[in-house]
């Protein structure tokens, strides 16, 4: 019996009560679980009606569905409803789920996928087991034991950066629940500093320059932080540093609507999430927001905040072509936007979405600034082999206003050419202006831009600059100007240099699998001498 206990990870003796008990941090949605108890099964984008069969009897469509659907994020929602029968529900399906792959087998034992399980378990445990039985605690405890053996294995074959963390955490739960020494705590804390460094960089941020990822990191860090501090535990210097810079970066990347800038497969954020991850990490010692972090520029007065995508894109493969960007809220609205992720819708919205023209960016000729090998094959998405190695973004501040300047080489090895953009915003957040110019470096790229240019012939080479706009604008065309309406206020664009045009368009929000009608503004132009200079603005009526 005593070899049992040990391969379960108990030691001598099995606990026969949770070591620790934790008060749920986390913000659950009571229409999701009205919607699960009703067999309608929504994850990764993807949806699943089985009402007769239950969670553990289904073919999952995606392994990012299947992902979702074993790391137990949906107890949050069963929670947040809180009625007797969703308690019976989320009872029946956790010891559903331990009777089938409780001893460490099947689905659903990536460190990442486990490490997710364990946190939500201990964090809703208040709610799943009241009423339940010595014998179901037991179950539970013994498969909170496997966890913590597992994670202890396989925590370092984690991906680096949010994967890592998720598993790091997920390991601390679960020994939090089912060892009491302070040993066996102060191992698990050590493993979550180690990750925490690992994951986010000095700057703040995360490799995948996703801010909605960062967003979960930090809320992953302050829990655990105040976990390990309630268990009499301090965290490691590497977990508080890191959790320190995450918010400081946050704050800088805040928008004025309170959500995130949607750029690199993120979105903004489910409401009110933002601020609840800054209030978990400790407030009254939060540093002031800069204005950039992880390759992001925030340009921010009155109503009004800007966010400019201001570094290459990241490796890997949701990184969007959006270098130069931007993003623009007024008050609790979007105005300009990016058309967003689409990673979880069919066909090649995907790599639509990533794209320079799915961006509020410029493009030359349709093509972007960072591009696939066009030898790829295969299902997507694929990372980008071809792009922008050098960026640069300065910032200044005069009594006129807020200004941004960015140049970046995306262009020279396909056209020779070198796109700067100005920015400019007023104090009082009325006049948001830019500039965008395209002009050859050096006489290396002044010769392919030659080419390139002699290949289009009189009529010049093309470009165009867009502009998406959120769902909610209401934008129409008068003349050369384009009025647009907010729920709140209205604005006009204004443009010399080139003629404005409303084209559609369309916004994804993350994990949907179709997107919203929108509509763009394309100014459209060419380039037929050694540069070429857009001026345009936006401006409060």
Not at 520 to 536: E, F, H, K, M, N
């Amino acid at each position: 019996m005593s070899g049992l206990l040990d391969s379960l990870g108990f030691g001598p003796r099995a606990p026969r009560d949770l070591a620790f008990r934790a008060e749920a941090l986390w913000i659950g949605d009571a229409a999701a679980a009205r919607r699960l108890m009703a067999g309608t099964f929504r994850f990764a984008g993807q949806e699943v009606r089985a009402r007769e069969l239950g969670p553990w009897r289904l073919s999952p469509p995606s392994q990012a569905f299947a992902d979702a659907l074993h790391g137990f994020s949906w107890l949050d929602d069963l929670a947040a409803l809180g009625t007797r029968e969703a308690r019976r529900v989320a009872q029946s399906w956790v010891f559903g789920w331990i009777a089938q792959h409780g001893d460490g087998q099947g689905a659903g034992w990536s460190p990442e996928v486990a490490g997710q399980r364990a946190m939500h378990w201990l964090e809703r445990a208040e709610f799943v087991l009241d009423g339940a039985s010595d014998d179901l605690l037991r179950r539970f405890l013994k498969a909170l034991a496997v966890h913590a053996r597992r994670l202890r294995k396989g925590l370092d074959q984690a991906p680096e950066g949010l994967s890592r963390l998720r598993a790091a955490t997920g390991l601390l739960h679960a020994v939090l629940a089912t060892d009491a020494s302070d040993a066996g705590r102060a191992a698990a804390a050590r493993r979550l500093g180690a990750a925490a460094g690992l994951a986010v960089d000095e700057d703040g941020g995360l490799a995948s320059r996703n801010p909605e990822r960062l967003c979960e990191a930090l809320i992953l860090l302050a829990v655990c932080a105040r976990r390990l501090r309630e268990a009499g535990v301090e965290p490691e210097r590497a977990h508080s540093d890191a959790v320190f810079r995450a918010q400081s970066a946050l704050r800088a990347l805040r928008m004025r609507d309170g959500g995130l800038p949607r750029f690199h497969g993120g979105g903004p954020g489910a409401p009110g999430r933002l601020d609840h991850a800054l209030s978990l990490a400790h407030p009254r010692k939060a540093p002031p927001p800069r204005d950039r972090a992880m390759g992001f520029v925030r340009l921010a007065a009155g109503r009004v905040t800007a966010a400019i995508d201001a570094a290459p894109p990241p490796k890997g493969r949701h990184a969007h072509a959006s270098t130069l960007a931007f993003e623009m809220a007024v008050g609790g609205a979007r105005l300009v936007v990016n058309c967003g992720p689409a990673g979880a819708a069919e066909g090649d919205w995907a790599a639509a979405c990533r794209a320079t023209a799915a961006q509020s960016a410029l493009s030359i000729e349709g093509v972007s600034s960072s591009r696939i090998s066009s030898t790829s094959r295969g299902p997507g998405p694929h990372p980008f082999v071809e792009g922008p190695k050098t960026v640069d973004a300065q910032t200044t501040q005069d009594l006129d206003g807020a200004w941004f300047l960015g140049v970046h080489d995306g262009y020279a090895a396909s056209h020779g050419l070198a796109h700067r953009r100005r920015l400019f915003l007023s104090p009082d957040g009325r006049d948001f202006r830019g500039e965008d110019m395209l002009e050859p470096t050096d006489a290396r790229t002044r010769a392919r831009f030659k080419k390139a240019l002699r290949d289009h012939g009189p009529v010049g080479l093309p470009f165009a600059l867009h502009f998406h706009l959120h769902p909610d604008v209401e934008p129409e065309l008068d003349g050369d100007i384009v009025i647009l309406s907010l729920p709140e206020s209205r604005w006009r664009f204004v443009v010399t240099g080139a003629a404005p045009r409303l084209r559609d368009s369309v916004y994804f929000e993350p994990g949907e699998a179709e997107p919203r009608a929108a509509r763009q503004i394309v100014v459209p132009s060419r380039l037929t001498g050694d540069s070429a200079l857009v001026a345009w603005g936006f401006q409060r009526l």
